[in-house]
């Protein structure tokens, strides 16, 4: 027999995990906007016809990049997190479930550092398994760029190149295929693995090894496994454990935050962050106005509210936004 939801989160809700994963992919973030890869239509891989590569994995192959960088650099600049950073539901719900029942690992497939921004897990037990747009490297001599620096560059010209040697090119240190995961991956994985009671797959395909075979690792008697995702993936349905929720991952976790009883404590999480990363960004909009355009700057300056106005202002928006949230979702 499957696991029934109502069981694993009174079981959850009375204590019962105590070594509980997050495996998660890029499905828990397309509702920031950001595409997947696999997903028919809107996914990455459907619409890589603009970069003419030779097939799909191209753009993150190395030998491919160093020939011709200009694909990746173009999809870099589309997926960049600075243009995308609000972390969605799911990532939020994954800090709920922290605080409430404690997470021992959340292994992360994704590249936009939204499980970060979101907040709320310390960063140990953050295993960004693809690496992140978080720091970069140039292949040829290796000297770090800040991710200022590296964005400063990516806006203005078609490839980035190193300020040290000049002619290397820099990357994040996204994983691409071929290369190895970082260290961290494997440090954790034995004990994880064999520690793990409750383990939550979310938006991914299970296509990547070896991340994919983590839920496959998990012991049978011992763990339970939770799927949430469009579609069913890997060997989920075949373990008695198993519990598949097959569905939007904000959604799925909304329902789950309902049965547990932080529904209205998870939606004023994603308010609370939304207006204070609005008024961040306020804030370093007006400095950068009054640093680059002074004239424009001081034009503004009588119609530009003060501090608590635009505070009452984003907070009004974040309403807003949590009843549009709620209006999407049904509820
Ligand atoms: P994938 O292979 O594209 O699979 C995504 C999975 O999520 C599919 O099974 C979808 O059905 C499912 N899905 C899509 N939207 C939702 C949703 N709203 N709710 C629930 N499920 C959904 O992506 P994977 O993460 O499995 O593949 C690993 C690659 C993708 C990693 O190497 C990443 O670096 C790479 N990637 C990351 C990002 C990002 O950082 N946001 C974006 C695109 C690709």
């Not at 720091?135 to 760029?145: F, G, P, R």
């Not at 290369?179 to 064999?194: H, M, Y």
């Not at 204070?276 to 106005?289: I, P």
């Given at each position: 027999?499957?696991?029934?939801?109502e069981?694993?989160?009174?079981?959850?809700?009375?204590?019962?995990f105590?070594?509980?994963?997050?495996?998660?992919?890029?499905?828990?973030?397309?509702?920031?906007?950001i595409?997947?890869?696999r997903?028919?239509?809107?996914?990455?891989?459907?619409?890589?016809?603009?970069?003419?590569?030779?097939?799909?994995?191209?753009?993150?192959?190395?030998?491919?990049?160093?020939?011709?960088?200009?694909?990746?650099?173009?999809?870099?600049?589309?997926i960049?997190?600075?243009?995308?950073?609000?972390?969605?539901?799911f990532?939020?719900?994954?800090?709920?479930?922290?605080?409430?029942?404690?997470v021992?690992?959340v292994?992360?497939q994704?590249?936009?550092?939204?499980?970060?921004?979101?907040?709320?897990?310390p960063?140990?037990?953050i295993v960004?398994?693809?690496?992140?747009?978080a720091?970069?490297?140039?292949?040829?001599?290796?000297?770090?760029?800040s991710?200022?620096?590296?964005?400063?560059?990516?806006?203005?010209?078609?490839?980035?190149r190193?300020?040290?040697?000049?002619t290397?090119?820099?990357?994040?240190?996204?994983?691409?295929?071929?290369?190895?995961?970082?260290?961290?991956?494997?440090?954790?994985?034995?004990?994880?693995?064999?520690?793990?009671?409750l383990?939550?797959?979310?938006g991914?395909?299970l296509?990547?090894?070896?991340?994919?075979?983590?839920?496959?690792?998990?012991?049978?008697?011992?763990?339970?496994?939770?799927?949430?995702?469009?579609?069913?993936?890997?060997?989920?349905?075949?373990?008695?454990?198993d519990?598949?929720?097959?569905?939007?991952?904000?959604?799925?976790?909304?329902?789950?935050?309902?049965?547990?009883?932080?529904?209205?404590?998870?939606?004023?999480?994603?308010?609370k962050?939304?207006a204070?990363?609005?008024?961040?960004?306020?804030?370093?909009?007006?400095?950068?106005?009054s640093?680059?355009?002074?004239?424009?700057?001081?034009?503004?300056?009588?119609?530009?509210?003060t501090?608590?106005?635009?505070?009452v202002?984003?907070?009004?928006?974040?309403?807003e936004?949590a009843?549009?949230?709620?209006?999407?979702?049904?509820?």
């Open positions: 027999m499957p696991a029934i939801l069981d694993v989160v009174s079981k959850l809700e009375s204590g019962g105590n070594n509980i994963l997050f495996l998660v992919g890029a499905g828990i973030s397309t509702s920031a906007g595409p997947d890869f997903t028919p239509g809107t996914g990455l891989y459907s619409n890589l016809t603009k970069y003419k590569l030779p097939y799909p994995e191209a753009i993150f192959q190395l030998s491919y990049f160093k020939k011709s960088p200009e694909p990746f650099f173009q999809l870099a600049r589309e960049n997190p600075q243009k995308y950073n609000q972390p969605t539901l990532h939020y719900f994954i800090a709920e479930i922290h605080k409430r029942y404690g021992r690992r292994y992360t994704n590249i936009d550092t939204l499980e970060r921004i979101a907040g709320g897990i960063e140990d037990k960004e398994a693809h690496g992140s747009f720091n970069n490297k140039c292949i040829k001599c290796s000297a770090d760029m991710s200022e620096r590296f964005n400063e560059l990516l806006f203005k010209d078609k490839v980035v190193c300020d040290k040697c000049k290397g090119l820099v990357k994040p240190s996204i994983v691409f295929f071929g290369e190895q995961l970082p260290e961290k991956f494997f440090e954790c994985w034995d004990e994880d693995v064999s520690k793990a009671d383990i939550v797959v979310a991914t395909s296509a990547v090894h070896p991340v994919a075979a983590i839920p496959e690792e998990v012991k049978e008697d011992q763990c339970t496994r939770v799927l949430i995702n469009k579609e069913k993936v890997g060997s989920f349905g075949e373990r008695e454990n519990l598949l929720l097959l569905g939007g991952a904000d959604e799925m976790a909304l329902k789950i935050a309902r049965l547990c009883g932080f529904e209205d404590e998870l939606l004023e999480l994603q308010k962050q939304k204070r990363s609005d008024d961040n960004d306020d804030d370093e909009s007006e400095v950068s106005e640093e680059h355009s002074p004239e424009e700057s001081d034009h503004r300056a009588p119609t530009t509210a501090k608590d106005e635009a505070s202002e984003t907070e009004k928006e974040a309403e936004l009843d549009a949230i709620k209006d999407k979702l049904n509820i």
